[in-house]
């Protein structure tokens, strides 16, 4: 019978001119990257890490938003996805506190569709909505793998590198590793496409409509509708359709200006004349590339870009193929890359790899198949050697939690959780230990999800810039004290440190004020190293 079942299975393949390594290979990689984006989840705050709050805006922020638990990133201003994040509160932009929480709203309005799902699938509820909008990226991830298989389905190993140089280039990778729009945007315009080749075209053009809403650009999408040929009636209905694809976003747009005032805004220096932020960039990666680092690999991964995507374009441009929908997309794509600003090049790598992604798709579609295409291809995906430094892990929140999971978690599975201040900087990980630096008195909250008061013991240890003394003092009593100078590391072990029901205050106060340590440019008084609260048992209610 087990013979019989392979058999069949074998045939599957077969018929289908599958090869089941290859396959194999697929479905591994698509575990990989599941198993990888569930590193992310942060027990109380969810995937929330992937959206990047920064501590200096919290301010600013919506107020109910303010109000849930979620990560922040301290002392960061955060990236791009707090804004979509926090618009995705009230899509309909009706929220006056938008003004002040969003850096350009009439801008970041233009791409509601993201921030309108998220509202949508999260059924209005501000702490769903932020899971959502973490979400969406890896949910198109996985979308976008499987409308691939029409182009690069598993039969052959060119065909995996074809189809993961997309899915795991570095562009798309940050798309999903920081909830940006450029991962969504290019399923929708591959979904468009692959509608259109099914012979579709009125559902295609609803898709392309619809990737309008989710980022500008992708109306250079509409270039598939282009005709072959050349023919007035064939030129006259894809200007309709294309005219359709555009709608959308324009009646959107109108809204924008009425409600919250112009959205001509094309970004500060996002578009510059031909080839000059090119230029740029590749006088920026030349320049700094001899002070690349095992620790700060950026200019390498920016060289790295700047080759694939010169590749990309060079033969999108010396190779037409105007009959090819992909082509006629991946040229649009390629003349905006010679249009674009220092604001999408600079940085390492630099937002160009995630706004070209479409681009990037057209090549891997249009390079013909064959061994003497190979070395093109690798060229063209060369961004996947950097990919893998996107998907670092959250670092520890700066207290790990010890004890039996009856201990650390309550009837309803809530558990311990901490809140550091903002005061603290940012969580720091090197080999198989952490640490997080405070710039001098500085508190954070345990809370105990438990009814009754819970047992602990204590483990840290200190290290200091200057010779100080640091007490910690537990719900206003003081538990330790001790001296630490620049040259030691004290430790200590404290047992028997009660923590009450709800909220418990853990402040570290010092004597000394702190200082900077070039090169570093932080205001630095202690570091917290490997702290963790072991949880012991629980004290029995007093009978009334």
């Given at each position: 019978?087990?013979?019989?079942?392979?058999?069949?299975?074998?045939?599957?393949?077969?018929?289908?001119?599958?090869?089941?390594?290859?396959?194999l290979a697929y479905g591994a990689c698509v575990a990989a990257f599941v198993w990888t984006f569930c590193q992310f989840y942060l027990p109380g705050k969810g995937f929330t890490y992937l959206i990047t709050f920064g501590a200096r805006l919290e301010d600013s922020r919506l107020s109910k938003v303010r109000k849930l638990d979620y990560y922040v990133e301290k002392g960061s201003?955060?990236?791009?996805?707090?804004?979509?994040?926090?618009?995705?509160?009230?899509?309909?932009?009706?929220?006056?506190?938008?003004?002040?929480?969003?850096?350009?709203?009439?801008?970041?309005?233009?791409?509601?569709?993201?921030?309108?799902?998220?509202?949508?699938?999260?059924?209005?509820?501000?702490?769903?909505?932020?899971?959502?909008?973490?979400?969406?990226?890896?949910?198109?991830?996985?979308?976008?793998?499987?409308?691939?298989?029409?182009?690069?389905?598993?039969?052959?190993?060119?065909?995996?590198?074809?189809?993961?140089?997309?899915?795991?280039?570095?562009?798309?990778?940050?798309?999903?590793?920081?909830?940006?729009?450029?991962?969504?945007?290019?399923?929708?315009?591959?979904?468009?496409?692959?509608?259109?080749?099914?012979?579709?075209?009125?559902?295609?053009?609803?898709?392309?409509?619809?990737?309008?809403?989710?980022?500008?650009?992708?109306?250079?999408?509409?270039?598939?509708?282009?005709?072959?040929?050349?023919?007035?009636?064939?030129?006259?209905?894809?200007?309709?359709?294309?005219?359709?694809?555009?709608?959308?976003?324009?009646?959107?747009?109108?809204?924008?200006?009425?409600?919250?005032?112009?959205?001509?805004?094309?970004?500060?220096?996002?578009?510059?004349?031909?080839?000059?932020?090119?230029?740029?960039?590749?006088?920026?990666?030349?320049?700094?590339?001899?002070?690349?680092?095992?620790?700060?690999?950026?200019?390498?991964?920016?060289?790295?870009?700047?080759?694939?995507?010169?590749?990309?374009?060079?033969?999108?441009?010396?190779?037409?193929?105007?009959?090819?929908?992909?082509?006629?997309?991946?040229?649009?794509?390629?003349?905006?890359?010679?249009?674009?600003?220092?604001?999408?090049?600079?940085?390492?790598?630099?937002?160009?790899?995630?706004?070209?992604?479409?681009?990037?798709?057209?090549?891997?579609?249009?390079?013909?198949?064959?061994?003497?295409?190979?070395?093109?291809?690798?060229?063209?995906?060369?961004?996947?050697?950097?990919?893998?430094?996107?998907?670092?892990?959250?670092?520890?929140?700066?207290?790990?939690?010890?004890?039996?999971?009856?201990?650390?978690?309550?009837?309803?599975?809530?558990?311990?959780?901490?809140?550091?201040?903002?005061?603290?900087?940012?969580?720091?990980?090197?080999?198989?230990?952490?640490?997080?630096?405070?710039?001098?008195?500085?508190?954070?909250?345990?809370?105990?999800?438990?009814?009754?008061?819970?047992?602990?013991?204590?483990?840290?240890?200190?290290?200091?810039?200057?010779?100080?003394?640091?007490?910690?003092?537990?719900?206003?009593?003081?538990?330790?004290?001790?001296?630490?100078?620049?040259?030691?590391?004290?430790?200590?072990?404290?047992?028997?440190?009660?923590?009450?029901?709800?909220?418990?205050?853990?402040?570290?106060?010092?004597?000394?004020?702190?200082?900077?340590?070039?090169?570093?440019?932080?205001?630095?008084?202690?570091?917290?190293?490997?702290?963790?609260?072991?949880?012991?048992?629980?004290?029995?209610?007093?009978?009334?």
């Amino acid at each position: 019978m087990m013979r019989d079942q392979w058999r069949k299975i074998a045939q599957w393949f077969e018929h289908r001119k599958l090869s089941p390594l290859v396959s194999l290979a697929y479905g591994a990689c698509v575990a990989a990257f599941v198993w990888t984006f569930c590193q992310f989840y942060l027990p109380g705050k969810g995937f929330t890490y992937l959206i990047t709050f920064g501590a200096r805006l919290e301010d600013s922020r919506l107020s109910k938003v303010r109000k849930l638990d979620y990560y922040v990133e301290k002392g960061s201003d955060g990236y791009d996805a707090q804004y979509y994040a926090q618009i995705a509160m009230d899509p309909s932009l009706q929220n006056k506190q938008l003004r002040n929480a969003v850096d350009s709203l009439p801008y970041r309005a233009r791409r509601i569709l993201l921030p309108a799902l998220a509202h949508l699938f999260g059924w209005g509820e501000p702490a769903a909505i932020l899971q959502v909008f973490a979400l969406q990226n890896a949910i198109a991830w996985l979308l976008l793998a499987g409308v691939l298989l029409h182009w690069f389905p598993p039969r052959t190993w060119e065909d995996l590198l074809r189809w993961a140089g997309v899915l795991f280039s570095f562009g798309l990778c940050v798309s999903v590793r920081n909830a940006l729009t450029d991962g969504p945007s290019l399923l929708l315009i591959a979904a468009g496409v692959w509608l259109i080749e099914r012979n579709r075209p009125n559902w295609g053009t609803a898709v392309l409509a619809l990737s309008g809403l989710a980022k500008e650009t992708n109306l250079l999408g509409a270039a598939s509708f282009a005709p072959q040929a050349f023919s007035w009636r064939a030129w006259g209905a894809a200007a309709v359709r294309g005219t359709l694809v555009a709608t959308p976003l324009i009646f959107w747009l109108a809204y924008i200006s009425l409600r919250v005032g112009p959205a001509a805004d094309m970004g500060a220096r996002n578009f510059a004349l031909p080839f000059v932020s090119y230029v740029h960039k590749g006088r920026e990666v030349l320049d700094t590339l001899r002070e690349t680092t095992a620790e700060a690999p950026g200019p390498l991964w920016s060289l790295l870009m700047m080759i694939a995507l010169t590749a990309q374009f060079l033969f999108l441009a010396l190779r037409p193929t105007w009959r090819e929908t992909w082509w006629r997309i991946g040229a649009s794509f390629a003349l905006l890359m010679v249009f674009l600003g220092d604001a999408v090049w600079e940085g390492y790598p630099g937002a160009a790899s995630r706004v070209l992604l479409p681009m990037q798709l057209a090549f891997n579609v249009l390079v013909p198949r064959g061994r003497g295409w190979v070395t093109l291809l690798v060229i063209g995906n060369l961004t996947m050697l950097g990919a893998a430094s996107v998907w670092k892990a959250p670092l520890s929140e700066g207290v790990e939690f010890g004890g039996s999971s009856r201990l650390l978690e309550n009837s309803t599975g809530t558990s311990f959780q901490v809140r550091f201040g903002r005061e603290w900087h940012q969580t720091e990980r090197g080999g198989s230990g952490f640490w997080t630096w405070s710039p001098g008195d500085a508190a954070l909250i345990v809370t105990n999800p438990h009814d009754q008061a819970a047992v602990a013991r204590l483990r840290l240890m200190l290290t200091s810039t200057t010779s100080r003394v640091v007490r910690l003092i537990v719900n206003d009593v003081t538990v330790w004290q001790a001296s630490v100078t620049p040259r030691s590391q004290i430790s200590a072990v404290l047992a028997d440190v009660v923590l009450q029901p709800g909220e418990n205050r853990f402040s570290f106060e010092t004597d000394t004020p702190a200082v900077v340590v070039p090169p570093d440019p932080r205001t630095l008084a202690f570091a917290l190293h490997n702290f963790r609260i072991e949880v012991q048992r629980l004290v029995p209610a007093e009978r009334p």
